[in-house]
C-alpha cells in the first residue's frame, strides 16, 4: 500500500513533505508543546511531542555481538567464466549475467561506533538476490579462523572484547584463551592477524575467503567441496600498526568513507570470484580435515578457477535501513550450494538467523533489503509474529488445506544417496589441537615461504605481537606468548621475546 501523502500538493510544497505525526495528523508547529500557559508544565495530551520523544528513544535496534561496527554497498556480480561443470546455481548458468547483490564489510570485535583500523579480522558478506531466492556468502578478509569447535565462539569473543568488570579491552583474557594448549589451533590465524595484512587500509584493498569447505553440486548430481576467493582488483594494501593507531584519533571512519566516497566518485571497487574445488576423494588423502576452518588447500595442490566479478557500483540511501537492517546469514542459500559437515559452519548455520531474529525481529525477510525480490516469498504456514508488514498472505488458510493446491518444486538435482553417509553413535568430541605440529605447518609455511619473500613482513608479524603481548599483566602469560610462536619458527619466538622484554624494561606500553 503506497502512502497517501504522496498525492497531495499543499502550497507548492513537495507532495510528501508535509509533515505530519506517525499516525498521519497534520503537524502544525514544529518545535510547538502545549502547555498550561506560556511557561507551565506540559499536557500528556500532547501526542506530537510524546509521537517524537518516545520515538527518539527506540532508534536503535540492538547491534550485532560480534561484527557490529560495518559499511555496505550494492551491486552486482557478472558471470565471466563457465563453471557449471561444479554448480548448478542459476546465477552461474551463463556467462555475461548480473546478479544484484549488497555486501556488508566489517571488523569482528569492536562496537558499532568504534575506529575502522584496528587489528581484527574483517567480515565480507554479501547477499545475492538470485532467481532462485537469496544466497547469503557470509565471508571473513582472512582465509581461516581461530576455531573449529562452534561451541568455543562465545567464549573466544568475549575474550576479544571488554573485561567484565573495567570495561576494557583485555590482553591477558586475549592471550590466556589463545595460548591455552587446546586453542593454539588459532595459530595460523594469528599469524595472518598480527602480519601487515590484520589491518587493511580500506574495504576495497582487501579479499573474501569462504573459510569453510562448501558442497556444490551440478545438475548431474556430482559434487564437490567448495572453497570461494575473492581477490580485491585494487590491490592489498595495508597499515603498519603505528599509523592505524594514529588514524583512528584521526578519521575512525576511514574505511567506510573511503568505500562510500570512492563509489559516489564513480570509482566502483571490484572483485575477481574464483573457486577452489576438491573431490571427495582427494579429501580422504588430505593431512588435515576438509572440515577444518583453521586450514588453507593449498593453491598449488588446488588451483583457483576463475567464475566472475563482484563490483559494487551502489551506495545506500538510508544506511539503518539496507545496511544496518541487512540481515546475512549462511543458511540462506540456494539449490545447488550446501553447507559441508564443517562444524563451525554447521553453528553459523543456526546463530546467524537467530542473530537476525534477535535483533530485527522474526520477520527480518520482510524489511526490503532482506526480501528474496526476485524471487517472492510464499508459506502459509510462516505467518505473524511481530512486525509483520507483507499483508501476512491476507486470507489464505494457514495450514495446507485441502481445498487449495500448492506447488511444491521437485528436486532439479538427483538426490545424493551414497555420499557422506555418516554413522555413529551421538558421541561428546571436542576438536583439540594435536600434540604434534600439524596445526602449526601451515602458519609456519607462512612464515618461512610467504611473508620470507616480503621485505621486513617477518620482523612486523614479530612486532606486532610483541607490543600487543607486552600488554599482558602477567609475565608468566608473555612467556607462553613467546614459546607459542616459537612452535611457528624459533627466530620468530626469539623477536618477540627480546622486543617484549625491551618494553617491560621501558615504562610506555603501546595500549590495545
Ligand atoms: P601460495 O604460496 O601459492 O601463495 C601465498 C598466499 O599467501 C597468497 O594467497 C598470498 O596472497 C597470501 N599472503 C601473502 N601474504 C600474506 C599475509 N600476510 N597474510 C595472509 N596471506 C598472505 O599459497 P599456498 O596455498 O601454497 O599456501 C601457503 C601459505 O599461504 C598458507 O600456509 C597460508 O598461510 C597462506 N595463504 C594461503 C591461501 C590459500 O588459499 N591457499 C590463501 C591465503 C593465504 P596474494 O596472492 O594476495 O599475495
Known amino acids: 500500500m503506497s502512502c497517501p501523502m504522496k498525492d497531495f500538493d499543499i502550497n507548492g510544497v513537495r507532495k510528501d513533505r508535509v509533515v505530519t505525526t506517525s499516525n ?54 557478472e558471470v565471466t567464466h563457465d563453471i557449471t ?37 574483517r ?3 554479501t547477499k545475492f538476490y538470485t532467481e532462485e531466492g537469496n544466497l547469503d556468502w557470509v565471508y571473513n578478509a582472512t582465509p581461516i579462523f581461530f576455531i573449529r569447535d562452534p561451541s568455543k565462539f562465545p567464549a573466544f569473543i568475549h575474550t576479544q572484547k571488554r573485561n567484565p568488570q573495567t570495561n576494557l579491552k583485555d590482553a ?7 595460548t591455552t594448549p587446546s586453542n593454539q589451533v588459532a595459530i595460523h590465524q594469528l599469524c595472518i592477524l598480527f602480519s601487515d595484512r590484520g589491518i587493511p587500509k580500506s574495504y576495497r584493498n582487501m579479499d573474501g575467503f569462504s573459510g569453510h569447505a562448501y558442497k556444490w553440486s551440478n545438475k548431474k548430481g ?44 564513480g570509482n566502483a571497487p571490484s572483485w575477481t ?98 526480501c528474496p525480490l526476485s524471487k517472492g516469498f510464499f508459506n502459509p504456514l510462516i505467518r505473524d509474529g511481530a512486525m509483520n508488514v507483507n499483508g501476512n ?32 553413535p551421538a558421541v561428546p568430541y571436542e576438536w583439540v589441537t594435536s600434540s604434534g605440529d600439524i596445526d602449526f605447518i601451515q602458519a609456519t609455511t607462512l612464515y618461512r615461504k610467504v611473508l620470507s619473500k616480503q621485505d621486513g613482513a617477518q620482523a612486523r608479524l614479530a612486532h606486532n605481537v610483541a607490543i600487543h603481548a607486552a600488554n599482558c599483566k602477567s609475565t608468566d602469560l608473555q612467556k607462553k606468548v613467546v614459546d607459542m610462536f616459537s612452535r611457528v619458527d624459533e627466530q620468530l619466538g626469539n623477536d618477540i621475546r627480546t622486543e617484549i622484554s625491551a618494553i617491560n624494561s621501558s615504562n610506555g606500553k603501546p595500549k590495545l
Not at 591477558?172 to 589463545?178: E, R
Open 222 to 265: 556430482e559434487w564437490h567441496y567448495v572453497q570461494v576467493h575473492l581477490k580485491t582488483d585494487q590491490g592489498i594494501k595495508c597499515y603498519t600498526s603505528e599509523e592505524a593507531a594514529i588514524i583512528a584519533g584521526r578519521d575512525p571512519d576511514i574505511c567506510h568513507r573511503d568505500l562510500f566516497e570512492n563509489i559516489e566518485k
Open 24 to 77: 498521519g495528523y497534520q503537524l502544525n508547529a514544529p518545535f510547538a508543546t502545549q502547555r498550561i500557559g506560556e511557561h507551565g508544565p506540559l499536557l500528556l495530551q500532547d501526542n506530537a511531542l510524546l509521537d517524537n520523544l518516545a520515538h527518539f528513544n527506540r532508534e536503535r535496534i540492538p547491534e550485532r555481538n560480534p561484527h557490529a561496527h560495518g559499511s555496505g554497498a550494492f551491486g552486482y556480480f
Open 123 to 125: 567480515g565480507f558478506a
Open 273 to 370: 570470484v574464483y573457486i577452489q574445488t576438491m573431490t571427495e576423494e582427494e579429501s580422504k588423502h588430505l593431512p588435515f580435515s576438509v572440515f577444518d576452518l583453521t586450514k588453507v588447500w593449498p593453491k598449488a595442490q588446488f588451483p583457483l578457477r576463475p567464475v566472475g566479478k563482484l563490483v559494487l557500483n551502489e551506495n545506500p540511501q538510508n544506511f539503518f535501513a539496507q545496511i544496518e537492517q541487512a540481515a546475512f546469514a549462511p543458511s540462506n542459500t540456494v539449490p545447488y550450494q550446501e553447507a559441508s559437515a564443517d562444524p563451525v559452519l554447521q553453528g553459523r548455520l543456526f546463530a546467524y538467523a537467530d542473530a537476525q531474529r534477535h535483533r530485527i525481529g522474526p520477520n527480518y525477510n520482510q524489511v526490503p533489503v532482506n
Open 172 to 178: 591477558d583474557m586475549f592471550w590466556d584463551f589463545l
Open 393 to 424: 498472505f491476507g486470507s489464505e488458510s494457514n495450514y495446507y488445506n485441502t481445498n487449495s493446491k500448492y506447488e511444491f518444486l521437485e528436486q532439479s538435482r538427483p538426490i545424493q544417496e551414497h555420499q557422506e553417509i555418516w554413522n555413529g
Open 85 to 121: 561443470d561444479i554448480c548448478g546455481s542459476a546465477m552461474f548458468d551463463t556467462i555475461g549475467k548480473k546478479t544484484k547483490c549488497v555486501t556488508r564489510f566489517s571488523t569482528v570485535g569492536g562496537e558499532k561506533g568504534s575506529a575502522d583500523t584496528v587489528r581484527d579480522p
